[in-house]
């Protein structure tokens, strides 16, 4: 029988992990430079992460900021867009059909420029987002919806100037595929442009970089304060200049990093409360005072008297408020568009009370007359002025979210960089003391 210290022939002996390093590594505990060394690699470790973090919170936060900017946000305005001018089209095309022969010029134009509106953003809207998600889905609907709503509405034109009646079928067959098919998917498009910025929001803040970045820096402090009152204790000296150096540079960091990312988060929260948020509030409210008119004009066209659209008229004007939440910071527009809806409101009812009353060609030049077109006017360029004053409230509070960001992706490793060599050379100092 082979004794256990016997081999096989062939067999090579498996060794034992290299243990001798490690050990010695353990033992650096034992001696005053062994744990000035191991103090070393430790400041050293926490420096690199420290300062590698630092960098990738920045440049994640940067680029969320950025995206939000040129893509999150541009997308709710495009989407806002598609949505409030597919609604002016169908209110136009409405009136332009009960003026009745040849349509007006500028109503035509009007129409056509909308539209064009609408395919402008599409197109703009769909290089935004994924081929795959429901947003996409949502502009294909609406770009296969637009070429039939168009053909129904010339039809409906072609048989107006003809004077046959089931012209009026063809337009509100057309106003039907706008409101029930175009405009649905629209306000789909706008839901999934506002989740859109919400992930860009939350991408911004780069909060898993910044769960790391605070305790590696609060260990970091720690390790340089516990660094220098070992020395202190040890070598009977106070100071250590490269240390103390090494935290204060630390410190830098920390006032640096939470300067630059409070200010960001702050201004991200305004660029909610005070952008998006209203943006899309205003686009709603636009919406119902474009299909207001649309109703208006259609319960016309329809030669029928007060019907089913005015009883929904009715409902969107009783609902429609003016002081909607968030929009404090254009209060001024608010007070000022709801006098002018007030104004409309009552052409509205002199129009309705001169068809209820049989006067159906003095309800529709009133309608379509100088007084009721230009105080509805007023009150929908009021409401695109406090769009546009919101989408500039945004744009400004995302620039300036992104401010010092850029320069902090270069910084924070440099600093990181200058604390590893201050540790270096005041723990290097102390150990060429013991040689």
Same mark, same amino acid.
């Given at each position: ?207 898993? %970089? ?15 304060? %516990? ?37 960001? %988060? ?170």
């Amino acid at each position: 029988m082979r004794s256990p210290s016997e081999r096989a022939p062939g067999v090579t002996a498996v060794q034992a992990p290299p243990t001798a390093a490690l050990r010695r590594f353990a033992g650096l505990r034992h001696t005053s430079p062994g744990r000035l060394q191991l103090l070393l690699v430790i400041l050293l470790v926490l420096t690199t992460l420290t300062g590698l973090v630092a960098g990738l919170a920045a440049r994640s936060a940067t680029v969320g900021t950025a995206d939000l900017r040129d893509r999150a946000q541009p997308l709710m305005v495009e989407a806002e867009t598609v949505y409030s001018a597919l609604a002016d089209a169908d209110s136009t095309a409405a009136q332009a059909f009960i003026t009745g022969g040849l349509e007006p010029p500028a109503l035509t134009r009007h129409y056509d420029e909308k539209l064009t509106a609408v395919a402008t953003a599409l197109t703009s809207a769909a290089r935004r987002v994924p081929a795959d998600s429901a947003a996409a889905g949502a502009i294909r609907e609406i770009n296969t919806g637009l070429g039939d709503y168009m053909a129904l509405v010339a039809t409906a034109r072609a048989l107006n100037r003809q004077g046959k009646p089931v012209g009026a079928a063809y337009l509100s067959t057309a106003s039907q595929l706008n409101r029930n098919a175009l405009q649905p998917q629209a306000q789909l498009l706008l839901s999934a442009a506002r989740r859109e910025a919400e992930v860009g929001y939350n991408n911004a803040r780069s909060a898993g %970089w910044l769960v790391l970045l605070v305790p590696l820096v609060v260990l970091l402090m720690a390790a340089l304060v %516990w660094t220098q009152v070992h020395l202190s204790r040890s070598t009977r000296r106070t100071f250590n200049v490269p240390l103390l150096v090494a935290s204060a540079l630390t410190l830098l960091v920390a006032v640096t990093c939470s300067v630059i990312f409070v200010h960001q %988060w702050v201004r991200l929260a305004d660029a909610d409360r005070d952008g998006s948020g209203p943006v899309e509030a205003l686009a709603e409210m636009r919406i119902t005072v474009l299909r207001e008119r649309s109703n208006e004009a259609l319960t016309l066209a329809a030669r029928a008297g007060h019907g089913d659209l005015e009883d929904e008229f009715t409902r969107m004007a009783g609902g429609l408020a003016f002081d909607a939440r968030r929009l404090d910071d254009v209060r001024g527009l608010m007070a000022t568009a709801e006098s002018q809806h007030a104004a409309y409101l009552a052409l509205h009812q002199r129009i309705r009370e001169l068809d209820d009353g049989g006067d159906y060609e003095g309800a529709v030049r009133m309608a379509v007359g100088d007084e009721t077109t230009k105080a509805f006017k007023e009150v929908t360029t009021t409401l695109g002025a406090a769009v546009a004053d919101r989408a500039a409230a945004f744009d400004a509070d995302v620039r300036s979210a992104g401010r010092g960001l850029g320069v902090l992706t270069v910084l924070g490793p440099l600093l990181a960089i200058g604390i590893g060599m201050s540790a270096a050379i005041g723990l290097r100092a102390r150990l060429e003391e013991y040689r």
